[in-house]
């Protein structure tokens, strides 16, 4: 099983970015998919959740900034992040779990939101 996350990088403050996780192994179908992010001495910290079902719910300082969706199709899963602010920057992770206790983590991807 490997998730892949893409996307990341630097932009300005106000910019936007389109983040991926791409599955190999499992059917992202079948799994709650969740975007986490750790910055540099914090804890990691989940940003938004999207179920099998398609609920999705998010951390209350990006309400209104990310989306998170996903193509079943594709296997991926996606998180559009608006309005950047230099405190997004972060490691973004992608995670997949479900009911019964399983979950798999991606690598990582660095977003760095500066001028």
């Known amino acids: 099983v490997q998730l892949v996350e893409s996307g990341g990088g630097l932009v300005q403050p106000g910019g936007s970015l389109r983040l991926s996780c791409a599955a190999s192994?499992?059917?992202?179908?079948?799994?709650?998919m969740g975007w986490y992010r750790q910055a540099p001495g914090k804890q990691r910290e989940l940003v938004a959740r999207?179920?099998?079902?398609?609920?999705?719910n998010y951390a209350e300082i990006v309400k209104g900034r990310f989306t998170i969706s996903r193509d079943n199709a594709k296997n991926t899963v996606y998180l559009q992040m608006n309005s950047l602010k230099p405190e997004d920057t972060a490691v973004y992770y992608c995670?997949?779990?479900?009911?019964?206790?399983?979950?798999?983590w991606g690598q990582g991807t660095q977003v760095t939101v500066s001028s």
């Open positions: 192994g499992i059917r992202l179908s079948l799994y709650t």
């Open positions: 999207i179920t099998s079902g398609g609920r999705t």
């Open positions: 995670k997949a779990n479900n009911d019964f206790l399983v979950e798999y």
